[in-house]
């Protein structure tokens, strides 16, 4: 901890991520973005990351749950026949996977009712744990993710899921808006376009906290951060 104009500053890691204070937060583990059934399994979009992504999410979310860490899903949602979807989120949608539609309607993904809408087995909240569909992006927009962490006494955010130029990246600078701490897993990330993935782990590297999944889990469970691991900090923000 540092003080700036009498301002006391968390910097460390095993402060950052103090069981005490902070939130686990799983974006978007659902169906439609990870399963090979799934909307963009059935695309063709290469889901490669996943596989090795998800063991290490799925260890640090047993992890928060040994500590005490408030865990939060948060859900991807869509309303049947767009009801959900403006103009401008569907010229949005229209961008995604344009090679792989191959000139077919915008895509339809996490309908609230469709197995795809569905978390990933190894991901499913367990009683007590937080539940926070969005419409949006961000994790933030429209939901009651702040209140609900507010409530909870949460001063740290630590971003985990899919995908990560997307939601993940829309998630953790409205946390930081929303005045959190921001924590990124970078190995708990991960996207199906590994080009904008890296694009954005360079971009965040710039302007939030980054570890690892390793790192964040020995901090719970010993209660201290693990010697030799710095809190990255750019040279340059923005």
């Known amino acids: 901890m540092i003080e700036i ?3 006391q500053v968390l910097t460390e890691l095993s402060e950052l991520v103090d069981a005490r204070h902070s939130a686990l937060v799983l974006v978007d583990m659902q169906r439609d973005f990870l399963e090979p059934d799934g909307v963009l399994g059935r695309l063709g979009v290469d889901l490669g990351m996943y596989p090795p992504m998800r063991p290490r999410l799925a ?25 959900s979807d403006s103009p401008a989120q569907l010229r949005f949608n229209l961008r995604m996977h344009a090679e792989a539609r191959a000139g077919r309607p915008a895509l339809r993904y996490c309908v609230a009712g469709t197995p795809g809408h569905e978390f990933a087995e190894e991901f499913q909240p367990r009683d007590g744990e937080l539940v926070v569909p969005k ?9 009651n993710l702040d209140l609900l962490l507010r409530s909870n ?10 995908t990560t130029e997307g939601c993940v990246e829309s998630t953790a600078r409205d946390a930081l808006f ?22 954005s782990l360079l ?17 719970w469970q010993s209660g201290r951060e693990p ?9 340059h923000p923005a």
């Open 178 to 199: 929303n005045d959190y701490y921001v924590v990124v897993v970078e190995d708990c990330v991960a996207s199906d376009d590994p080009a904008q993935h890296d694009a």
């Open 203 to 219: 971009l965040m590297r710039n302007r939030f906290d980054m570890a690892h999944a390793s790192d964040v889990a020995g901090v």
């Open 135 to 143: 419409w949006r992006s961000s994790g933030f927009w429209g939901t």
């Open 227 to 235: 010697a030799a691991v710095p809190v990255e900090v750019a040279a």
């Open 5 to 7: 104009d009498g301002k």
């Open 59 to 83: 260890g640090l979310l047993d992890a928060a749950r040994a500590a005490g860490v408030l865990v939060v899903h948060v859900q991807m949602s869509a309303l049947p026949n767009r009801r």
């Open 153 to 162: 006494g949460i001063r740290s955010v630590i971003v985990t899921g899919c």
